[in-house]
């Protein structure tokens, strides 16, 4: 009897440290949305030439997709939180452009959220993805193998006024030039701040398509419009560009 009324104590006295704490666990979700310069973007606006880049080309968006990976939530102390996961938006498709991880996190201050645009070194390399293998994601061996980033494919007036297409695909930068491969990562890390969670909470992504294709480099499509998977150098400049595509544009919860 003294035992049982001893268990019962420290299960009370458990929960109530618990309360006291005022932690709980909240559910993230991760919702993408795409512009051009402000001008929204979606599916219904494929396959008709009325965007305009930075270089002056006229342009169609016939397909966009891209991988995020490794939403993480970092707090002052050092703490770190990664959600398991990783999510394929498909804006030709109209799907993936809500994600929820199933992982949950504690309520509270975060000093940093980010997430990866592609995979780092040791998710491309190291699992097989059924999913992103059905969806024809891999990148062949030749090119180091692993997984796309990204595809933004379309159509553009070259300076012939002939409509020719492109294929903007980004991948992990690969010089197939010399006796061995030389590889550079081109994923990179969207920061999009501090917040405070209080409950769960949705995070709204944009992308503005336009930016992939101006800053910092002005990006002349009747030079790079096609064969850029075995650049190197246009891998980079994608890699630069791509630094400002992504904003956060609220927070709900």
Request: charged share 15%.
């Amino acid at each position: 009897m003294q035992r049982i009324i001893l268990i019962i104590l420290v299960l009370f006295m458990f929960t109530s440290c618990n309360k006291d704490n005022g932690v709980s666990q909240v559910q993230i979700t991760f919702k993408f949305s795409h512009n051009w310069d402000g001008t929204a973007v979606s599916n219904a606006n494929f396959n008709s030439i009325i965007y305009t880049n930075a270089n002056g080309e006229d342009l169609s968006i016939t397909k966009l997709r891209y991988l995020i990976s490794k939403i993480t939530f970092e707090k002052s102390s050092g703490e770190t939180f990664i959600l398991d996961g990783y999510n394929l938006v498909d804006v030709t498709n109209n799907t993936n452009q809500s994600f929820t991880p199933i992982t949950t996190i504690p309520d509270g201050d975060y000093s940093k959220v980010s997430f990866t645009f592609g995979f780092d070194n040791d998710d491309n390399y190291n699992e097989n993805y059924i999913d992103l293998n059905s969806a024809s994601w891999n990148v062949p061996e030749l090119l180091g193998g692993g997984y796309h980033y990204m595809q933004l494919e379309g159509k553009f007036i070259d300076n012939t006024t002939t409509e020719t297409g492109y294929a903007y695909h980004t991948i992990r930068a690969v010089d197939n030039s010399g006796a061995t491969q030389v590889f550079q990562d081109t994923f990179f890390e969207v920061d999009v701040g501090a917040v405070n969670i209080t409950n769960n909470a949705t995070f709204n992504i944009e992308m503005n398509i336009a930016e992939w294709f101006k800053n910092p480099n002005t990006w002349d499509l009747n030079v790079l419009n096609q064969m850029l998977m075995p650049n190197s150098s246009a891998q980079i400049m994608m890699y630069e560009n791509g630094q400002n595509v992504f904003n956060l544009e609220s927070v709900n919860q």
